[in-house]
Every structure is written in C-alpha cells, then in structure tokens.
C-alpha cells in the first residue's frame, strides 16, 4: 500500500484496535481462478503469532476457500472511516486559490498465509466467539447456545473455518495531516457540518491525528 510518511500508522495496538473496531474486511485471494474478493467478518486473536492471527468462517459454497491453496499469501483489508473533502474547506483557497480536492480514509491492511479448518469443534469456537465479541454492546447478548442444538450442528456443517497468520501489517490514516492547522480546522468543522456517521467520525479522526512533526 502506497503509504506518505505523513499518513503511516504503524503502531500495532492501534492497527489491533482498528481491526475490533472495524471486523467486516475484505478477503482477497489469487487462485486458480485469479484474484476473489469477499466481505468477511474476522475474529482478531493478536496473541497467536507476533503480528496477530485473524479466524473467519466461509459459506462451504463459496469456492475462494477452495480456489486458493493453503499456506497461499492472501490479503484482507479493513476500511474505516472516509470522506469526501472539498477544497472550499480549505483555508488556502482563499489565501492561494492553489487547492483541489482529495478523499480522507482510515484503512488496514494485513497479510499472512491462509489455513483452511473443516474441524467442527474449530469452526463452532470461532462462531461462538465472534458472536460473542459482536454480542457485547448489547443488553442482553445472543450466545449460540441459544439456538437448539440440532440446528446450530446444521449451520456449522455448511460453513469452513479459515485462519490467517498475520506476516505483514499496514496501517494508513489520510486525514489531512499534510494540511495547515488553518486548513484542518477547516476541514473538521465541514465535515461536522455534514449528515451521516462518517463524516462526523472522519471529522473526530482530522482533530485527534493532528499533522506529524
């Protein structure tokens, strides 16, 4: 990932936090077929290896868990916040006029070689534990236990467990740390002028990042 020294992120606790905060990331494999991307919610277990072991779960139908071999490298991305950013947000439009539009984006991105898991008592653990991580916030948690048995069996028949080892891990926050404080100020506050929960978390990410020395 092309990353300015302005934008990189690469404290792992905080690419660990982001993985938490944002567990829906993108699988993408090169097989036979050629490259397969997926949406797959990811379970982060960051004591398994030195830079963390992502566990996930795939419908057996979907044949990327078949298309790569094991031990493949493979790709998932995690995407956080993003927005547009107008240059009339800028406060060197009106000093200079020298300005153009650009998109603000928090982003993740770990490798690590892929290991596929058919084991029941596997695939239900990591079921029962990313349902319980999701679960948390809620008053009063769904478990699968909750489910008859028979059926959760059936349900885990019908889906593979996968795990990636994490080898490599990128982080990149582009949130107008290039930009004057002027600008930044400029920045944040359209943003919070803006409908929608994005904008307003990309306008909290612009005041708390602020521009690297």
Excluded at 153 to 181: C, L, M
Excluded at 187 to 205: D, I, K, N, S, T
């Amino acid at each position: 990932m092309y990353r300015p020294p302005h934008f990189r992120e690469d404290r792992l606790d905080v690419q660990h936090r982001f993985i938490r905060a944002h567990p829906l990331g993108m699988l993408v494999t090169a097989g036979r077929s050629g490259l397969l991307a997926n949406p797959v919610p990811f379970l982060l277990d960051a004591a398994a290896s030195p830079y963390g072991m992502l566990k996930a779960h795939l419908a057996r139908a979907n044949p990327q868990w078949q298309d790569v071999e094991s031990g493949a490298e493979v790709l998932a991305i995690f995407q956080g916040a993003e927005a547009y950013v107008t240059p009339s947000w800028y406060e060197a439009k009106r000093e200079t006029g020298k300005v153009v539009p650009t998109w603000n984006y928090a982003v993740v991105q770990a490798y690590g070689r892929l290991t596929v898991f058919d084991d029941p008592g596997w695939i239900r653990d990591q079921v029962a534990a990313l349902t319980a991580q999701q679960e948390a916030p809620f008053p009063a948690p769904w478990a699968v236990g909750d489910a008859p048995e028979d059926f959760i069996s059936a349900q885990i028949r019908g889906i593979v467990g996968i795990a990636i080892e994490i080898t490599r891990i990128e982080g990149k926050w582009k949130v107008s740390q290039n930009r004057s404080e002027a600008d930044r100020q400029g920045v944040a506050e359209g943003l919070r002028g803006q409908a929608g929960a994005a904008a307003q978390a990309m306008a909290e990410l612009v005041d708390a990042k602020g521009p690297k020395p």
